[in-house]
């Protein structure tokens, strides 16, 4: 049998064939093999290398081009069949690349080791522990294996051992060498004491513990310290209150200097002594060092960049760091044992980065809305509300009062209260006098206001709430400079602190008001409940509609306690709980109506409303049975909160990775092209929000022309007042503006095409990393969005994906479940029969021609979707979300782009978060930019590559202009894991994910890294190309003899941008010519 076996085998021998079964292999080597001259052939890796030489690169790249092609009259490859080739040409290609002088760049051969390479002893170290015994890396193991097996093969081999015996070893040591680049990726892993699997070269490199992400991305730095933060109510606004010996630590070497330059100790060694005896004139010292030198907190997570900013130190007591309240939203900090970190800046150039870009006063804006970020809430709330509250019938009511000394003087004596209306005659700047409405405490809360605030935009004349206090900060962040912003913050906070504090509010059980009526509502409801339970009974109706109607009671019943119980609350002056609910501080309406009306209606694990109410609240307590219900609701609402926080870190992660590379990198690119925004009009309550996100800081593509003739020229960027005044002009209904998705700059995108910086309020300035700001812009509130999939009251059964799962399910570009089919051309619709296999819609075009789609059995049509009705392409024909690859298909890349934008914003405008579209534009941007060749034409493109749109427009002209054929292609969406791994930067892609796949690539490839992104120049250890790290900015010299006479502002008295106007005297060109620097 084996006889036959080996001569058939023999028969049919080709070049390259492998023969898998050894004793076949020897039986058909020793009578035809090598020796008797027939054919050639061996195993292990020498076979491989004398295969790889005998390819000739060259014919091998031209036949499989011609094979994909399909020229000269041969027969067209099947799908399959191609898609092979042109695999295989990309590998092919990439080994036959050739440098100017014709020599290849990446040889073959060496894809097969004759030498392993031994890494440095340092990085494999091996340290003696206590015992006598040693600890060592898995390197080391690892190595020894091969360094063994490699001896035992040369010494079998000179003692000239039979083949059997030898090729054993040799397939050992391969595997011994495998294991040492990538432990278990063939086979079972080599594993050490204990089963663990040892560490192998490219475990060294991957995942969060790997080299790449946990050493090279961001490393451990001295100079720093962390401890618990706790307010600082005295604080200024861009102050932090810092631990003594922390900051004595922190400031080690420069007290010494200063200490050996004041003669205060003879040499630093003894400087040192002194520092660490803590003697008394160390303090002095310090106090004097840390004057003006800012410090960076920061606290961990950092989802913004807001995370971390800068403050001046200020000494305090105690070791914990005091922190201003009002940077507390920013931080997202709370007092209940969070801790931040301090890191020191010391080089000038970081010293004036810290103070000019980072300082808390300059950060008053959020990068994701152009919205205070700085707005008092809670206590501040609290003590404002209490502060401007009017009680018409108290003491002295009506009194006229010429000066504002005059009110705080009877506010003294006690003749008037804060709260009593009073007349108060005013002078106004032009020198006339007019009489105003007001109470005292309302006189007190304008002090703390700019001089001019009240004449520009009014007095105040109602309890402030959360939201009249949101729009205070945002009129002071538009109309005043730094400086007085901070200062008037500082005067609201302590000013709303007083008052608070004076205010004496507190919370008793007698403040929670339960309603008198709640027991008699409750019966009415129970009749109607007790009704239905009685129709099911009979069998009139179903267990669903019996579900469905008891849930709509209890809701009812909910509402009405509600109601019930919010009257009782407003019937009683200054009752605690509604002050605080109604000024916003804290807490909400639905948390009251737990603690003072009634539970209502839970939902069990799987999300569905359970039909029993709870009828307590939280005042009487619960029912065994109710507590029981009401348990799974809120084990779920932790177990979401959890999760919710990894997936969000994920998704911005991602988010970071694909739009690192997009840096503003020129002033105008000079397009043509720009979107549509609609609807701009005055319409419904949330217009304004709407117009905010779309028009809000973009620039106009073209001249716009008001009813009453004003011009907005072409290029102007859009000012709030500029979007009113085209909100309430009922000429214009559309605008068309300038967007990232049409920007056509040659790397990043440029500055016009982007607008207005958000984050500063100014238009945005070259080298900013409005990549990395868009994705933290997105990822950032990631964490209140819902977890849920909504049900809808399984009726179809079909869960619409809500939430977090929406917004990566859009930005991975996936199929959603349960999306709508779309009409694939524009035509009369035909509807046919059902026959088991689905609905057959067709739609007939103009030319006749028939688009069939066959629609799942049961699904619901839309409804204008009829038998003999019109539909336009791209229309959907069934409900539910779009696949956005076939949106791209059917309607172009255009209508994608603004459909994805559209659908994430609906996700968070759910949530009511306020994020700008060009942050999402510009991840659309990233997901949308890559080509997908069809045909290659004459241009160097294989069929099948991504290329990056840009380039293969610019091939393609100038293909036409040198007159050979341009390739087609056709835009390809693709989900941001996927763009962030396709990017131009192998140590980019490294870095993120699949580390050894894309290295492996790379080498192949023969690729060099340009280094345009941020990442891979952190990497290398390079200042990152953006912001201050920009060539443009490189050729500023900084003179700063020993950091004294560098030009700090203070930023009590002086505005940063004044500043910076004025800093440029202080900067020298290195060529020494300072008018131009």
């Known amino acids: 049998d084996l006889e036959k076996r080996t001569w058939d085998e023999f028969k049919s021998l080709y070049p390259r064939l492998i023969i898998e079964d050894e004793v076949l292999w020897r039986n058909l080597r020793d009578p035809f093999g090598p020796y008797a001259e027939y054919f050639e052939g061996g195993t292990g890796a020498d076979a491989i290398k004398s295969l790889i030489d005998s390819i000739d690169f060259d014919i091998e790249e031209q036949r499989l081009r011609e094979a994909i092609e399909a020229g000269g009259g041969r027969k067209p490859l099947s799908a399959q069949r191609r898609q092979k080739a042109i695999k295989r040409l990309k590998i ?8 100017e002088y014709g020599r290849r760049q990446n040889d073959p051969k060496a894809m097969i080791l004759d030498v392993v390479p031994v890494i440095p002893p340092e990085l494999r170290p091996m340290v003696q522990l206590d015992g006598g015994r040693f600890a060592t890396s898995d390197l080391n193991d690892l190595y020894r294996r091969v360094i063994n097996r490699n001896n035992r093969l040369r010494r079998l081999l000179d003692l000239g051992a039979p083949e059997i015996i030898v090729n054993n070893e040799k397939r050992m040591l391969q595997e011994a060498v495998d294991a040492l680049f990538d432990n278990g990726r063939r086979g079972r892993p080599v594993t050490g004491p204990g089963n663990r699997p040892l560490k192998s070269l490219s475990d060294m490199l991957k995942g969060k513990q790997g080299r790449f992400r946990q050493n090279l991305l961001g490393k451990r730095v001295d100079y720093s310290g962390r401890s618990v933060i706790v307010a600082g109510p005295t604080l200024r606004l861009h102050q932090c209150g810092l631990p003594k010996l922390m900051a004595l630590e922190l400031f080690k070497p420069f007290v010494m200097k200063r200490l050996v330059d004041l003669e205060l100790a003879q040499n630093i060694k003894s400087a040192k002594r002194m520092v660490e005896r803590r003697r008394p004139q160390v303090w002095d010292v310090l106090e004097d060092v840390i004057k003006e030198h800012p410090v960076l907190l920061n606290r961990a997570p950092t989802l913004h960049r807001l995370g971390i900013q800068a403050f001046e130190p200020v000494l305090v ?7 201003h309240p009002l940077v507390c939203t920013a931080f997202n900090a709370d007092f209940d044992g969070d801790q931040m970190a301090v890191h020191l800046p010391l080089s000038a150039e970081a010293q004036a980065e810290a103070r000019v870009l980072m300082l808390s006063a300059n950060n008053i804006l959020s990068p994701a809305s152009g919205r205070p970020i700085v707005t008092p809430s809670q206590d501040m709330i609290i003590g404002g509300f209490y502060l ?3 009680v018409a019938e108290s003491a002295g009511a009506g009194r006229t009062f010429q000066h504002r000394w005059e009110v705080f003087r009877a506010l003294d004596e006690k003749s008037i209260s804060l709260h009593t209306p009073i007349k108060f005659r005013e002078t106004l700047s032009t020198g006339d006098r007019r009489t105003i409405d007001t109470t005292a405490g309302r006189l007190l809360f304008e002090e703390a206001l700019p001089a001019d605030y009240t004449e520009r935009f009014g007095h105040i004349n109602e309890p402030l709430k959360k939201k009249e206090m949101g729009l205070i900060v945002e009129r002071l962040a538009d109309n005043y400079p730094k400086a007085i912003i901070a200062q008037s913050l500082d005067n609201i906070k302590n000013v709303c602190y007083r ?43 179903t267990d669903g509609e019996r579900r469905q109607q008891e849930v709509r009671i209890w809701t009812d019943a909910t509402a009405e306690v509600q109601n019930a119980m919010e009257k009782e609350f407003k019937a009683q002056r200054f009752n605690p709980i509604e002050m605080m609910v109604g000024s916003g501080a804290r807490g909400n309406m639905t948390q009251m109506k737990q603690i003072a009306g009634m539970r209502g209606l839970v939902a069990n694990p799987r999300g569905d409303m359970i039909p029993r109410p709870i009828k307590s609240n939280f005042r009487e307590g619960l029912e065994t049975l109710e507590y029981f219900i009401a348990t799974p609701g809120a084990r779920k609402g932790l177990v979401d909160t959890a999760l919710r926080t990894a997936d969000s870190g994920y998704l911005t992660r991602r988010l970071v990775d694909v739009a690192q590379e997009l840096i503003i990198r020129e002033h105008d690119c000079g ?8 609807n701009v009009q005055r319409d419904t309550a949330n217009m304004r929000a709407y117009l905010e996100t779309k028009l809000f800081g973009r620039a106009l593509l073209s001249d716009v022309t008001l009813a009453d003739g004003t011009v907005f020229e072409k290029n102007r960027i859009l000012s709030d007042d500029d979007i009113v005044s085209l909100r309430d002009d009922n000429t214009i209904n559309r605008v068309r503006v300038r967007s990232v998705l049409t920007c056509d700059a040659e790397l990043g995108v440029c500055a016009l095409c982007y607008g207005r910086s958000l984050a500063t309020g100014k238009p945005i300035e070259l080298g900013e990393a409005v990549g990395v700001i868009a994705a933290q812009s997105i990822g950032e509130p990631g ?14 059964g079909k869960d619409i994906a809500g939430g977090l799962p929406r917004v990566v399910e859009l930005f991975e570009a996936r199929t959603p479940r349960g999306s709508a089919r779309l009409a694939r051309a524009s035509g009369v619709i035909r509807i046919g029969e059902d026959e088991g296999k689905g609905i057959p819609v067709t739609v007939v075009d103009d030319k006749g021609e028939e688009h069939l789609t066959l629609l799942p059995t049961g699904s619901r049509l839309m409804p204008n979707i009829r038998d003999g009705a019109e539909a336009h392409a791209g229309e959907p024909l069934t409900d539910g979300p779009f696949d956005p690859k076939e949106l791209l298909e059917i309607k172009g890349i255009r209508e994608t782009q603004v459909y994805l934008v559209e659908e994430v914003q609906k996700v968070y405008r759910d949530q009511g978060v306020s994020i700008h579209d060009k942050h999402i534009e510009l991840i659309v941007r990233q997901m949308t930019r890559r080509i997908g060749v069809q045909e290659p034409g004459d241009t160097g493109f294989l069929p099948g590559e991504r290329t990056d749109a840009k380039t293969f427009r610019d ?17 390809e969406l693709m989900g941001i894991t996927k763009a962030s791994l396709a990017t131009e930067s192998w140590l980019s892609a490294a870095s993120f994910q699949e580390t050894t796949r894309v290295l492996t690539e790379a080498a192949i490839d023969g690729r060099s890294d340009n280094l345009v992104g941020l990442k891979e120049n952190i990497i290398i250890g390079k200042l990152i190309p953006a912001g201050t790290g920009m060539q443009l900015y490189r050729h500023f010299g900084i003179e700063a003899p020993d950091y004294e006479p560098m030009a700090f502002y203070s930023s009590d008295e002086e505005d940063p941008a004044a500043f910076l106007a004025g800093i440029q005297g202080s900067y020298v ?9």
């Open 92 to 99: 092919v290609a990439s080994f036959n690349q050739r440098d």
């Open 317 to 323: 007591e105690g070791k914990a760091i005091q922190i």
């Open 388 to 390: 401007t509250e009017l």
């Open 499 to 541: 008052y608070a504090a004076q205010s004496g509010l507190t919370i008793s059980i007698e403040d929670v008001k339960t309603p008198a009526t709640k027991r008699a509502i409750l019966d009415e409801f129970e009749k109607q409940a007790d009704k239905v339970e009685n129709q099911f009974r009979r069998g009139i109706i």
């Open 671 to 678: 397009t043509a092209l720009g979107v549509w925004v609609e």
């Open 783 to 796: 964490t209140q969005l819902t977890m849920r999939t909504f049900h809808t009251g399984g009726v179809a």
């Open 955 to 971: 091939t393609n002209r100038r293909m036409v202009e040198e007159g050979k054929r341009p390739a087609e292609g056709r835009p």
């Open 1069 to 1077: 060109h290195p060529e020494g010519d300072a008018e131009n620097a």
